[in-house]
C-alpha cells in the first residue's frame, strides 16, 4: 500500500504542515497530520517531501574527464575552441562521451533530479550524444546547444534548433552583438531558449549580456546590486554554480541575489570538478553563505533547488506536491519543524522516496 511520510511539505506555496501518502513512487494522498484514509494500516515515517529538484546548469560532456583538471585560470580551461576542455572533447571518441554523460544522469536520477538544463557543446552532434546518453535514465534534458562555425550560419542554426531546446553560448566577451543577435532571433524564432554566461571572469555591464534579452543568464559572480536589479527588471532567470565558482576563488552573493529578488536556480555547472549533487550544492551555498558572513536564507536556496526551475520551464504543476499531479516529489526522513533549513543543511543522506515512472 505504500508509505505514508507525514511532517511538512515544501513546494510552490511554501512551507506546511501535513502528510503525503506515496504508491509505487506516486502522490496519492495529501492531507493535514493525522487525517490519512489509511487508519494506521500502512507504514508511516516523520519527513519532508518536496518537489523534484532541478540541475539548472550543467557541462556534462565534462563529465569524461578522469584526471584532476590543470590549475589554471578558468578561462584557459573552459574557453573556446582551444580551452583544455574544449581539447580533451575534440580528443575522445563519441562512445566514452555518451557513457560518462550516462553516468552522470543516472547519479542524477538516484539523487531525485528529474531535470538538467545543460550548456552542450560539439555543434548539433554534441546534442544528438547527450540525448543518446539521456534516453531510460528518468532525467528530463533541456539541452542548451552551441553552433560550431563561425561566423555563423543560418543552416547550421536551424539544424541545431531542431535537435535542442535552445543556444547557450560562452558569454559575450567571446561573442560579438552581431552573433548574440543572430542566435537570440533563432531561438525566438523557434519557439527556443536562449542563454549565455556572464560575468564570469570578471564585471561585464548589464547593457552587454542583456542586449539582446536572454532567458537564462549563468554565474554573474561579480554583479553589482545594480547590475541585479537589471536583471530583475529584464525577467531574466539567473543560474549559479557557487562549488564550481569556489574552485577559481569566487562566490556569488546570493544574500544579495535574495534581496534583490533575482530569479535564481542553482547548477552544478563542469562536470569535470564535482559530482553533479543538487543536495550537496545547496548545502555548500548554506555554508559558505555563513562562512562569508552573507548569510542567505534557507528557504531561497531551497526555491532555488525545487521551486524556480519548473516555474523556468513552464511547469509550475511539477513545483507542486498534490495526489494525481503531473510532478513527482521526493521525500526525506528529516525533522518537519524548520522544512527548509533542513533541507538547506541536512539532505544529503535522508532521501527515502525517489521518483515515480513517468517523466516531465
Not at 183 to 212: F, I, M, N, Q, W
Not at 227 to 234: F, K, M, R, T
Request: glycine share 10%.
Amino acid at each position: 500500500m505504500g508509505i505514508i511520510v507525514e511532517g511538512a511539505i515544501v513546494d510552490v506555496d511554501g512551507p506546511r504542515r501535513g502528510y503525503v501518502r506515496f504508491h509505487r513512487g506516486q502522490v496519492v494522498e495529501v492531507g493535514a497530520p493525522g487525517t490519512d484514509s489509511t487508519r494506521g494500516r500502512i507504514r508511516r515515517v516523520r519527513g519532508i517531501v518536496v518537489p523534484p529538484p532541478v540541475n539548472g546548469h550543467t557541462h556534462l560532456g565534462d563529465a569524461v574527464s578522469d584526471r584532476e583538471p590543470p590549475h589554471r585560470p578558468i578561462d584557459e580551461i573552459v574557453r573556446p575552441p582551444d580551452g583544455y576542455k574544449f581539447r580533451l572533447l575534440a580528443e575522445t571518441p563519441a562512445a566514452p562521451k555518451r557513457r560518462a554523460m550516462r553516468s552522470a544522469l543516472r547519479r542524477m536520477q538516484r539523487e531525485g533530479v528529474a531535470a538538467t538544463l545543460d550548456f552542450r557543446e560539439e555543434g548539433r552532434s554534441g546534442v544528438e550524444l547527450l540525448r543518446a546518453a539521456g534516453a531510460g535514465t528518468g532525467v528530463r534534458t533541456v539541452v542548451f546547444g552551441r553552433p560550431l562555425e563561425r561566423p555563423i550560419r543560418r543552416k547550421e542554426v536551424d539544424r541545431l534548433l531542431a535537435v535542442a531546446d535552445g543556444i547557450g553560448i560562452s558569454s559575450a566577451l567571446e561573442e560579438p552583438f552581431e552573433v548574440r543577435r543572430a542566435l537570440a532571433d533563432a531561438c525566438r524564432r523557434a519557439g527556443k531558449y536562449y542563454g549565455l554566461h556572464a560575468s564570469e571572469v570578471r564585471r561585464e555591464l548589464p547593457e552587454t549580456y542583456l542586449a539582446p534579452r536572454p532567458d537564462l543568464l549563468v554565474h554573474l559572480t561579480f554583479a553589482t546590486r545594480g547590475d541585479l536589479e537589471a536583471v530583475v527588471q529584464s525577467k531574466t532567470t539567473v543560474a549559479v554554480c557557487p562549488r564550481s565558482n569556489a574552485l577559481f576563488g569566487r562566490r556569488p552573493d546570493l544574500a544579495m541575489f535574495a534581496d534583490v529578488g533575482v530569479r535564481t536556480m542553482l547548477g552544478t555547472d563542469n562536470a569535470m570538478f564535482h559530482a553533479p549533487s543538487m543536495l550537496r550544492e545547496i548545502e555548500f551555498a548554506y555554508v559558505t553563505a555563513r562562512l562569508a558572513r552573507r548569510p542567505v536564507p534557507p528557504g531561497f536556496l531551497v526555491r532555488a533547488g525545487y521551486i524556480e526551475p519548473w516555474l523556468f520551464l513552464g511547469k509550475p504543476q511539477w513545483a507542486r506536491v498534490e495526489a494525481g499531479g503531473p510532478g513527482r516529489p521526493i521525500a526525506f526522513r528529516l525533522p518537519a519543524e524548520d522544512p527548509e533549513y533542513q533541507l538547506a543543511t541536512r539532505a544529503t543522506e535522508h532521501l527515502i522516496v525517489r521518483p515515480g515512472p513517468r517523466g516531465p
